[in-house]
């Protein structure tokens, strides 16, 4: 089965400018995650779909980033304005399910934006 | 609050020998999963084995398995006769079971040397 695709693989941007981008789940997943890692650290948790609802959104910060997965299939991540501190690999996740019973998460090889 | 914490942030290993990376973790459910991954230089994150909670036999795949010690919420990985291949930063996340959320630790980055 195709992976979970994300695109572009790589975004340079200005600071002030906007930025978005594309996750393609894997077909039947109904959750998806996006992650944001800065280099040398763990992925964390910004937002989490399932279907086309938000789970969890705790820690988007949703004055300048904000998520959409309309017909709970692609989902986009937008940030407006860019921060430098915003420069970080951007990982998107799905699976099926809720629960974790006989089920993992697939990871795209995520977007590295770095904004100047 | 879950929290997931590694404390090693650099290990390395001969080629063929055993090594073993440290996880602590911290949740109030009772029902949930933890899981180790492997990120390589090219990003991919890939499952590298999982271990449900209610389960007290150590889950083992091929040469990696896990110590599973869950009053004391620890959860470190074995890899045995580690090859070069397993040079990479592996992550120790927790799945809830109840809200389907997956946290992870900070990464450990094993270099295996020849």
């Known amino acids: 089965e195709a992976g979970v695709a994300q695109s572009p693989r790589y975004k340079i941007i200005e600071k002030r400018q906007s930025v978005a981008f594309w996750c393609n789940p894997i077909?039947?997943?109904?959750?998806l995650y996006w992650y944001q890692q800065i280099l040398g650290q763990g992925p964390k948790l910004l937002i989490q779909?399932?279907?086309?609802?938000?789970?969890?959104d705790s820690q988007l910060p949703k004055d300048r980033f904000s998520a959409e997965r309309l017909k709970g299939v692609d989902s986009t991540l937008k940030i407006q304005p860019a921060k430098l501190e915003d420069s970080a690999v951007y990982l998107c996740?799905?699976?099926?399910?809720?629960?974790?019973?006989?089920?993992?998460?697939?990871f795209g090889q995520g977007t590295r934006l770095t904004v100047v | 609050a879950q929290t997931v914490t590694q404390s090693q942030p650099e290990m390395s290993v001969q080629e063929a020998e055993t090594v073993t990376l440290s996880c602590t973790y911290d949740t109030s459910e009772n029902n949930y999963y933890l899981f180790w991954y492997k990120q390589p230089p090219s990003r991919q994150m890939i499952l590298v084995i999982r271990q449900e909670a209610y389960k007290q036999q150590n889950a083992t795949e091929n040469r990696f398995s896990v110590n599973f010690q869950k009053a004391a919420k620890s959860f470190s990985l074995k890899i045995s006769d580690s090859q070069l291949g397993d040079t990479a930063m592996y992550f120790c996340?927790?799945?809830?079971?109840?809200?389907?959320?997956?946290?992870f630790g900070q990464g450990t980055e094993l270099s295996v040397k020849p």
């Open positions: 996740a799905s699976r099926r399910g809720r629960g974790w019973v006989n089920t993992e998460a697939f």
């Open positions: 077909s039947g997943h109904a959750t």
């Open positions: 779909f399932q279907n086309n609802g938000v789970v969890d």
């Open positions: 996340a927790l799945g809830d079971n109840q809200g389907g959320k997956l946290i």
